[in-house]
Nanobody, 124 residues
């Protein structure tokens, strides 16, 4: 059973940085898609960034140039480095995985495994 555990959330001021981590366990397939989603009250859940087994990344437009997704394959850990944070980035951030995966997108329905989330709050 794949398990995902996020950490690294917190409260920062506008312009600050945070790095989220997602420790993954319980899988052996090398083919996978890992991603970060976020959800804030009153808004739809939205994909933020995704990365596949080969390291190919994709980002939603509103985080390009500010957020970086990466992975440490040796330690089965996914990261999201978030710089120049804005109040509108305030949300619960979730790690998601599809293992094994055929493709890697930011469509929530493609992911079968989800973490519990970590809260990010950005004040102005």
């Amino acid at each position: 059973q794949v398990q995902l555990q996020e950490s690294g959330g917190g409260s920062v001021q506008s312009g600050g940085s945070l790095r989220l981590s997602c420790a993954a366990s319980g899988y052996t397939h090398s083919s996978r898609c890992m991603a970060w989603f976020r959800h804030s009250p009153g808004k739809e859940r939205e994909g933020v960034a995704a990365i596949d087994s080969d390291g190919t990344t994709s980002y939603v437009d509103f985080v390009k140039g500010r957020f970086t997704i990466s992975q440490d394959n040796a330690n089965n850990t996914l990261y999201l480095q978030m710089n120049n944070l804005r109040p509108e980035d305030t949300a619960m951030y979730y790690c998601a995985a599809e293992i094994p995966s055929v493709w890697c997108t930011l469509a929530a329905g493609d992911f079968g495994y989800w973490g519990q989330g970590t809260q990010v709050t950005v004040s102005s």
